[in-house]
């Protein structure tokens, strides 16, 4: 049973960064396929990026894609968001997921849920 901790998300300004951590324990984190997903209020969970273990190997939502950067440290079993250019819209819950593939990600078939982390981003 893999458990996944997210941390640093915050209030931030349009046009500001801010990096989101996922602290996995409890399980072998590196052969899994590691995301972040985002979610509002009354809206479906959504993926925003996803990164295989080899970390060769990374997807990103349309709506991100040349602002967030994502990356993983496979000894300190952690997976970053690196948020730039941050807009109105990035407002959400972010959630830290692992699963079998990017693809099953992408589908939101994740088999292993962090609690979330607040990123509110400020006109």
């Known amino acids: 049973q893999v458990q996944l901790v997210e941390s640093g998300g915050g209030l931030v300004q349009a046009g500001g960064s801010l990096r989101l951590s996922c602290a996995a324990s409890g399980g072998t984190f590196s052969p899994y396929v590691m995301g972040w997903f985002r979610q509002v209020p009354g809206k479906e969970r959504e993926f925003v990026a996803a990164i295989r273990w080899s970390a060769f190997g990374t997807y990103y939502a349309d709506s991100v894609k040349g602002r967030f950067i994502i990356s993983r440290d496979n000894a300190k079993s952690t997976v970053y968001l690196q948020m730039n250019s941050l807009k109105v819209e990035d407002t959400a819950v972010y959630y830290c997921?692992?699963?079998?593939?990017?693809?099953?990600?992408?589908?939101?078939?994740?088999?292993?849920w962090g609690q979330g982390t607040q990123v509110t981003v400020s006109s």
């Open positions: 997921g692992a699963g079998g593939s990017a693809r099953n990600l992408q589908v939101g078939i994740v088999d292993y």
